[in-house]
């Protein structure tokens, strides 16, 4: 079965950490890059961060950059996104995103919250 499966949300103090994983399955992970997106309530979806399918390069947007850091294993066909110092303008659904013809997953849900 072709999947993404988010996990790693949760409720975290502004400041805090959280790390997500985005569990890939059904297709040839290794090869795709694979992407990061978020979507805050009344907001269109955003690109966060990318990565190349060796790991080799990665992106940011200009909101995250140096604040989180995107990475794989593709022995594991996990893709991840660490994520410091959050802010509360940070609270989102994140979903991970591999080829187009791969559907969106449920998405994971961070809240940065005091």
């Known amino acids: 079965q072709v999947q993404l499966v988010e996990s790693g949300g949760g409720l975290v103090q502004p400041g805090g950490s959280l790390r997500l994983s985005c569990a890939a399955s059904?297709?040839?992970?290794?090869?795709?890059?694979m992407s990061w997106y978020r979507q805050a309530p009344g907001k269109e979806r955003e690109l966060v961060a990318d990565i190349t399918s060796t790991g080799g390069s990665t992106n940011y947007a200009d909101s995250v950059k140096g604040r989180f850091t995107i990475s794989r294993d593709n022995a594991k066909n996990t893709v991840y996104l660490q994520m410091k110092s959050l802010k509360p303008e940070d609270t989102a659904v994140y979903y991970c995103?591999?080829?187009?013809?791969?559907?969106w997953g449920q998405g994971t849900q961070v809240t940065v919250s005091s």
């Open positions: 059904g297709f040839t992970f290794s090869i795709y890059a």
């Open positions: 995103k591999g080829p187009q013809w791969v559907r």
